[in-house]
């Protein structure tokens, strides 16, 4: 809701020039709800999916993927022409064929192609943590806190290296976007260790891995922002959003648990929420532009406009989830069964290999 927020007014900010309210745009800019929502979900991200694996069950990492593959990629799938229906051709913009095909796959950012919508970049995220995940579960790492932590420390290093030499000396290693997947993929993994060492308190059997993990959470919520600071002010700055996303995640797993029916239900569509809020604005907002500019139609508060999208969006949010998310996820789930079960399966025929070699071959 975060993100609808921050998408919502800056766009409808300038439906037409009686629009009051505007500084509710104002203060969604000023420190970037946007960017919060979007820190607290990888940090969420990394507190559930692991968990999600148990890795003594059979084929773990296919029935993972299996699993991960149908939870995104339906409603994901859906949102495409719904996305390029909005964004691009009933405006008259330019989103071709091919563009449409690669967009299926998820893959248009390592292409160069154009995303439907711009949230997408999220989900690219998202499957390189489960892949990681899988690597890690392969090698079996992903229940070793110790060696999550120096992935995690890895790839905050690797962040705050570039960072750190672009504000000093305006000298980059490895590009925005790429340094920007290393910290998001850092602090996932710093989910997944809050959980295991402050939520389920495994501090205990660890304390100097607690210690470190205390000083890579102090250098994300307090030494990076006040650096950052120092260099170029707090106004915009996204390092100092990044710690209120971190902020919000630890109040919302350790001191403020809430738990509601309308919380429950927000959660459950949630991921629709994200996806089709561009949907339902863009679409809204071409409405809105048929009628004159001064008219009563683009004269509300800026209130009413986030109102009457957030209404919009989790109805059809709800909509989707029970007619194609739920279904996605129990597909998935009978499918991931099935591989599992070929995997069990798969022993006691090639046991039974060595047998049917012993008889005498039949001329």
């Known amino acids: 809701m975060l993100v609808l927020w921050r998408h919502v007014a800056d766009v409808y900010v300038n439906l037409g020039p009686g629009v009051t309210g505007r500084w509710l745009q104002g203060a969604a800019a ?41 939870r995104i990629y339906p409603a994901y799938w859906l949102s495409v022409p719904l996305g390029a229906l909005t964004a691009f051709w009933i ?4 989103f071709g064929f091919r563009d ?23 989900l690219r995220i998202e499957w390189i943590f489960y892949l990681l995940c899988a690597a890690l579960l392969l090698l079996k790492s992903l229940g070793d806190a110790r060696r999550l932590f120096a992935l995690a420390a890895l790839f ?56 470190f993990f205390a000083g890579f959470m102090g250098w994300h919520l307090l030494v990076m922002p006040l650096a950052t600071a120092m260099a170029i002010g707090f106004t915009s700055n996204a390092v100092v959003t990044y710690a209120l996303g971190i902020a919000l995640f630890v109040l919302g797993t350790s001191v403020v648990r809430v738990r509601s029916r309308l919380t429950d239900w927000l959660g459950r569509v949630s991921y629709s929420i994200y996806l089709f809020h561009p ?73 039974s290999a060595p047998q049917a070699r012993t008889r005498p071959e039949i001329a």
């Open 156 to 211: 905050t290093l690797l962040y705050s290296a570039e960072m750190l030499s672009h504000w000093w000396n305006g000298r980059r290693f490895f590009g925005t976007e790429l340094v920007l997947t290393f910290l998001n993929l850092s602090l996932m993994f710093a989910g997944t260790l809050y959980r295991r060492l402050v939520v389920d308190g495994e501090w205990r059997a660890d304390p100097w891995l607690a210690v």
């Open 100 to 122: 449409f095909l690669v967009n299926l796959t998820l893959l248009q950012d390592f292409f160069g192609f154009t995303p439907a919508e711009g949230v997408y970049w999220t």
């Open 279 to 351: 949907v339902v604005f863009m679409a809204l907002l071409w409405v809105l532009q048929r009628f004159p500019a001064t008219s009563w139609w683009r004269s509300q508060h800026l209130g009413v406009y986030l109102g009457v999208n957030a209404l919009l969006t989790a109805l059809v949010a709800t909509l989707v989830f029970r007619c194609v998310e739920r279904p996605g996820i129990e597909l998935g789930r009978r499918l991931a069964r099935r591989w599992r079960a070929r995997e069990t399966d798969a022993p006691a025929s090639d046991a």
């Open 30 to 70: 000023a420190v970037d709800f946007g960017r919060i929502g979007v820190v607290t979900f990888f940090m969420i991200s990394g507190f559930v999916i692991p968990f999600s694996i148990n890795p003594k069950s059979p084929a773990p990492v296919g029935t993972f993927l299996i699993r991960r593959f149908f």
């Open 91 to 94: 405006w008259g913009g330019a």
